[in-house]
């Protein structure tokens, strides 16, 4: 079982608020979330590559050169930002 | 006509017959949804304006004659979390209930090509995170076979919409069953496409190893017709490819299958997907169906997949590593919601993230971030996540294995007909064990379809067909054979 300071660890590592009501609900969840998963420790994995993708893809690459969208796309991106400054997007102070 | 004769096939026909205009057409669907929706909640948002001007549009296509676009005047629905520009796209999410979206998804676009008129956004579960659309921050959908339970999920809204004739096609997305498992809740057609076959361009992120986009439809045909009109490489999305240049991957029917699409198959069905706590209804519906699959030629053949048992464990490690890196966009400053616009003047810039995402984020996608976070996490990676990709190696081989004896799968889609709303809501474990048969289909990368075969009561079952790597093509050959005897 995760202790409640485990799940509030993880939560700020995933960068989210919990109250401790929620941290206490989480804790339960996730522990018997881990409990089911944990059934793979049975299966024999000896000689098996991981798959991280399907379907065989080699690296896809292309040529490094601008491909401009037009000014309104632009415009949309920027309006979706919470707070702006112009064609800025503002932010809190970092350091 | 009546609505639930309207397929796309059979309302193509009416418009160029000129039996209604597209505008009517579109009319007639925006009336019906504004008065019947309140039941059932498939729609988050419609989109009348757009709508009518597509059919405008399509109209006068129509009226001018000559090469007419597939889809011109048909009126489809979108499931919202993919773009359709300028209109509100949530996920299901209180993080983007304000979000507009800047660009049309690939599949979008596409279907604007052909001539499509897009009714409107249905609703879903919380960025596709569920199997019942309760988790969705607006509401649940219901279903309108029985509105006291789920339509399925995450793609509950759009395949209600679809089973309440609210449009005659819609798209949605499977991750690990959600286009198939509400297909078989609402009695419809749903296909999973391979990985690959269609751009994810535009369609907001959940899992990318896994999520595809594909159609949910009234019939076989119809759901071949939107998926060959939204499949292909698109340069947008790496990982999709064009399924011609796949000609050795893929296997293209023959001549003799596109004659008679199920004499020469052989079909292999997995003892493993009939395990006890299926419901025997559903057993029984789904081995009928394999029985009037015999008889249409097909040789059938009892396969073992013998790693299944592990698929939903692996699929609870590697969907939530996924979940919690894609998800980490949603920070309160580039767009969605924010605590940084509030008055709080206490906050720094980790407040506004960890208030932003506790705040706008609901508690199903919460817990996947943090187990991903968790199973990615120094000292535990290789213990859960390593382990977990070379078990889906397992599970993948297993497929590859069947498919050197048979051509394609057949398992019920589901384990049960339509629960009850609120049912599974309580623990999280049991709610992810309703798509048990439809998870491996993801790990593998394997396209698979779901088709009503039959109901219990009044509830539709489903069964799922699965084939090899871009065998969409024989997949759809079965099913209308199938289809027409059932």
Same mark, same amino acid.
């Given at each position: ?23 206490k609900k ?41 491909r ?9 991106l ?12 503002k ?5 | ?10 309302a ?5 017959k000129?039996?209604?205009?597209a ?16 039941? /059932?909640?498939?729609? @988050? ?29 048909i ?30 998804a690939?599949?979008?676009r ?8 897009i ?25 309108p ?6 339509p ?16 005659c ?9 959600s ?28 899992a990318?190893s896994?999520d ?8 076989? $045909? ?5 998926f ?6 698109? $340069?947008?999305?790496?990982? !999709?490819? +064009? ?17 008679a ?12 997907? /009939? ?7 559903? +057993? ?17 053949? +009892? ?17 939530p ?12 400053i ?7 616009? !509030? ?19 609901? +508690? ?14 120094t000292?535990y ?13 397992l599970i ?28 599974k ?23 698979? @379809?779901?088709m ?35």
């Amino acid at each position: 079982m995760l202790s409640e300071q485990e799940v509030q660890h993880i939560a700020q590592l995933a960068r989210l608020r919990l109250t401790p009501q929620e941290a206490k609900k989480y804790q339960k969840d996730l522990s018997l979330i881990l409990d089911y998963v944990g059934q793979l420790k049975k299966a024999d994995i000896t000689g098996a590559a991981p798959t991280s993708h399907s379907v065989a893809v080699e690296n896809v690459i292309r040529e490094d050169e601008l491909r401009p969208e037009g000014p309104e796309r632009i415009k949309k991106l920027v309006e979706a930002a919470p707070q702006r400054e112009g064609d800025y997007i503002k932010v809190k102070t970092i350091l | 006509m009546e609505f639930k004769d309207l397929t796309v096939a059979r309302a193509r026909q009416g418009l160029l017959k000129k039996e209604f205009s597209a505008l009517e057409l579109a009319n007639k669907f925006l009336d019906k949804i504004e008065t019947e929706d309140e039941q /059932f909640f498939s729609f @988050l948002t419609t989109t009348k304006d757009l709508a009518l001007s597509q059919a405008k549009l399509a109209d006068e296509k129509i009226a001018k004659g000559g090469d007419i676009p597939l889809l011109a005047g048909i009126p489809v629905a979108v499931k919202d979390n993919i773009l359709v520009e300028s209109v509100r796209c949530t996920a299901g999410s209180k993080i983007l209930e304000d979000y507009i979206a800047p660009y049309d998804a690939t599949v979008t676009r596409k279907l604007k090509e052909q001539g499509a008129v897009i009714l409107g956004k249905t609703n879903l579960d919380e960025f596709a995170m569920g199997s019942s659309t309760e988790r969705s921050a607006f509401g649940p959908t219901k279903n309108p076979y029985d509105t006291k339970r789920v339509p399925g999920g995450s793609s509950g809204g759009s395949a209600a919409a679809v089973a309440a004739d609210f449009c005659c096609a819609a798209l949605g997305s499977d991750t690990g069953g959600s286009i198939r498992q509400p297909a078989s809740f609402c009695g419809t057609v749903g296909l999973k496409p391979t990985y690959g076959a269609v751009s994810r361009y535009g369609l907001i992120a959940m899992a990318s190893s896994l999520d595809q986009i594909g159609p949910l439809a009234k019939t076989v $045909e119809d759901a071949r017709i939107i998926f060959d009109i939204i499949k292909g490489r698109d $340069e947008k999305d790496a990982t !999709s490819v +064009e399924i011609r240049a796949l000609n050795k991957l893929s296997a293209r029917p023959s001549a003799s299958e596109v004659s008679a699409p199920a004499q020469n198959l052989k079909i292999g069905i997995p003892k493993e997907y /009939f395990i006890k706590g299926i419901d025997p209804e559903v +057993e029984k519906l789904v081995k009928e169906a394999i029985r009037k699959a015999e008889g249409l030629g097909a040789a059938m053949e +009892e396969i073992s997949l013998p790693h299944t048992q592990y698929a939903l464990a692996v699929y609870y490690i590697i969907m939530p590593s996924e979940v919690s890196a894609n998800l980490a966009r949603y920070d309160g400053i580039k767009y969605g919601y924010s605590v940084a616009k !509030s008055v709080r003047k206490e906050q720094n810039l980790l407040d506004v993230y960890l208030n932003s995402r506790g705040e706008g984020f609901g +508690e199903e996608v919460r817990r996947r971030i943090m187990l991903g976070t968790y199973a990615l996490s120094t000292g535990y990676y290789e213990a859960y996540y390593l382990r977990a990709q070379k078990v889906r190696t397992l599970i993948k081989e297993d497929f590859d294995r069947a498919f050197k004896k048979v051509d394609l799968i057949l398992t019920p889609t589901a384990p049960t007909p339509a629960f009850p709303l609120g049912e599974k809501m309580a623990d999280p474990l049991v709610m992810y064990l309703s798509d048990i048969f439809t998870i491996g289909v993801n790990l593998a990368g394997l396209p698979a @379809l779901s088709m009503p075969v039959g109901k219990t009561g009044r509830l539709p079952v489903g069964l799922q067909i699965i084939g090899r790597p871009f065998a969409e093509e024989t997949i759809f050959g079965f099913a209308s054979a199938l289809e027409e005897i059932i």
